[in-house]
Protein backbone atom coordinates (compact mmCIF):
# COMPACT_ATOMS: atom_id res chain seq x y z
CA UNK A 1 0.00 0.00 0.00
CA UNK A 2 1.68 3.52 -1.21
CA UNK A 3 1.57 5.86 1.62
CA UNK A 4 2.74 9.63 2.68
CA UNK A 5 4.89 10.01 5.24
CA UNK A 6 5.03 14.01 5.87
CA UNK A 7 7.93 15.89 8.32
CA UNK A 8 9.33 19.19 9.10
CA UNK A 9 6.55 21.17 10.36
CA UNK A 10 6.88 23.66 13.64
CA UNK A 11 6.37 26.81 15.22
CA UNK A 12 8.21 29.75 13.21
CA UNK A 13 8.58 33.43 13.90
CA UNK A 14 7.07 35.89 10.51
CA UNK A 15 10.07 36.16 8.32
CA UNK A 16 11.47 33.20 8.97
CA UNK A 17 11.98 29.72 7.22
CA UNK A 18 11.11 26.04 7.17
CA UNK A 19 12.04 22.69 4.97
CA UNK A 20 8.87 20.34 4.65
CA UNK A 21 10.01 16.68 3.39
CA UNK A 22 8.08 14.11 2.20
CA UNK A 23 8.58 10.50 1.55
CA UNK A 24 6.42 8.10 -0.36
CA UNK A 25 6.33 4.89 0.54
CA UNK A 26 5.22 1.55 -0.72
CA UNK A 27 5.00 -0.16 -4.25
CA UNK A 28 5.46 2.49 -6.48
CA UNK A 29 5.41 1.69 -9.81
CA UNK A 30 5.77 5.42 -11.22
CA UNK A 31 5.88 9.14 -10.06
CA UNK A 32 4.92 10.95 -12.14
CA UNK A 33 4.62 14.54 -9.95
CA UNK A 34 4.41 15.56 -6.70
CA UNK A 35 3.26 18.08 -4.62
CA UNK A 36 2.55 20.09 -1.93
CA UNK A 37 -0.61 20.85 -0.29
CA UNK A 38 -1.87 22.74 2.79
CA UNK A 39 -5.02 22.97 4.85
CA UNK A 40 -5.49 26.65 6.98
CA UNK A 41 -8.01 27.17 10.06
CA UNK A 42 -11.61 26.55 8.70
CA UNK A 43 -10.20 26.43 5.02
CA UNK A 44 -10.27 23.77 2.22
CA UNK A 45 -7.29 21.97 1.42
CA UNK A 46 -5.45 24.12 -1.48
CA UNK A 47 -2.87 22.69 -4.13
CA UNK A 48 0.35 25.03 -2.98
CA UNK A 49 3.21 23.49 -5.43
CA UNK A 50 3.82 20.75 -8.24
CA UNK A 51 6.99 19.41 -9.35
CA UNK A 52 7.03 16.92 -12.10
CA UNK A 53 10.00 14.55 -13.14
CA UNK A 54 11.49 16.95 -15.74
CA UNK A 55 11.46 19.41 -12.91
CA UNK A 56 9.18 21.71 -14.18
CA UNK A 57 7.31 23.78 -10.79
CA UNK A 58 4.02 25.16 -10.38
CA UNK A 59 2.70 27.39 -7.38
CA UNK A 60 -0.16 29.09 -5.92
CA UNK A 61 -0.09 33.18 -6.39
CA UNK A 62 -0.18 33.27 -2.68
CA UNK A 63 3.19 31.30 -2.25
CA UNK A 64 4.92 32.44 -5.31
CA UNK A 65 8.62 33.73 -5.10
CA UNK A 66 9.06 32.29 -1.28
CA UNK A 67 8.34 28.55 -1.36
CA UNK A 68 10.61 26.26 -3.43
CA UNK A 69 9.42 22.74 -4.40
CA UNK A 70 11.89 20.18 -5.44
CA UNK A 71 12.71 16.44 -5.65
CA UNK A 72 15.37 14.47 -4.02
CA UNK A 73 18.06 12.30 -5.54
CA UNK A 74 15.80 9.21 -4.52
CA UNK A 75 12.38 10.14 -6.67
CA UNK A 76 9.99 9.21 -4.16
CA UNK A 77 10.90 12.02 -2.11
CA UNK A 78 10.09 15.34 -2.33
CA UNK A 79 10.76 18.70 -0.09
CA UNK A 80 9.29 22.26 0.07
CA UNK A 81 11.14 25.21 0.98
CA UNK A 82 9.57 27.52 2.79
CA UNK A 83 10.71 31.44 3.24
CA UNK A 84 9.21 34.85 4.27
CA UNK A 85 6.72 32.82 6.25
CA UNK A 86 3.60 35.19 7.27
CA UNK A 87 1.12 34.18 9.44
CA UNK A 88 -1.76 32.97 6.40
CA UNK A 89 0.95 30.57 5.60
CA UNK A 90 -0.05 28.48 9.02
CA UNK A 91 -1.67 25.00 8.43
CA UNK A 92 -1.30 21.89 7.94
CA UNK A 93 0.96 21.46 4.93
CA UNK A 94 0.40 17.52 3.11
CA UNK A 95 2.29 16.28 0.49
CA UNK A 96 1.04 13.63 -3.25
CA UNK A 97 2.42 11.93 -6.02
CA UNK A 98 0.51 11.44 -8.88
CA UNK A 99 1.29 7.99 -10.22
CA UNK A 100 -0.71 7.33 -13.47
CA UNK A 101 1.40 6.10 -16.48
CA UNK A 102 1.34 9.01 -18.59
CA UNK A 103 0.40 11.75 -16.23
CA UNK A 104 -1.62 14.77 -17.08
CA UNK A 105 -2.23 17.96 -17.26
CA UNK A 106 -2.95 18.84 -14.52
CA UNK A 107 -1.76 16.95 -10.89
CA UNK A 108 -3.89 14.50 -9.89
CA UNK A 109 -3.35 13.36 -6.26
CA UNK A 110 -3.23 9.30 -6.55
CA UNK A 111 -2.71 8.08 -2.93
CA UNK A 112 -4.37 8.92 0.19
CA UNK A 113 -3.48 12.03 2.22
CA UNK A 114 -1.86 11.16 5.03
CA UNK A 115 -1.32 13.00 8.77
CA UNK A 116 0.51 16.29 6.93
CA UNK A 117 2.67 18.09 9.36
CA UNK A 118 1.70 21.64 11.13
CA UNK A 119 3.19 24.61 10.63
CA UNK A 120 2.60 27.71 13.02
CA UNK A 121 3.35 30.97 12.16
CA UNK A 122 3.10 33.19 15.16
CA UNK A 123 5.36 35.88 17.11
Do not use: H
Request: proline letters at 5%; aromatic letters at 8%; glycine letters at 12%.
Amino acid sequence: QVQLVESGGGLVQPGGSLRLSCEVTGRIVNINAMAWYRQGPGTERELVATITNAGYTNYAPSVKGRFTISRGDSRNTAYLQMDSLNPEDTATYYCNADLRPRGGVTFYASVPFGRGTRVTVSS
